[in-house]
């Protein structure tokens, strides 16, 4: 049971599933870094807007 009496449900990743959240992790790091590098870019001195 759970705090609020509920029964408590408990799941796991799959192979496949594992996999799917491996890829996905990559892609975001990849598109992290690629907004931190533009977002770094603008707000070097060259920027004019403010």
Excluded: H
Aim: proline content about 4%; charged content about 30%.
């Amino acid at each position: 049971m759970s705090e609020n009496n509920r029964k408590a449900r408990f799941y796991s990743l799959t192979p496949k599933g594992r996999e799917q959240l491996v890829e996905k992790a990559g892609e975001w790091r990849r598109l992290a870094r690629a907004m931190g590098l533009i977002l770094d870019n603008s707000m070097g001195p060259s920027s004019e807007e403010a």
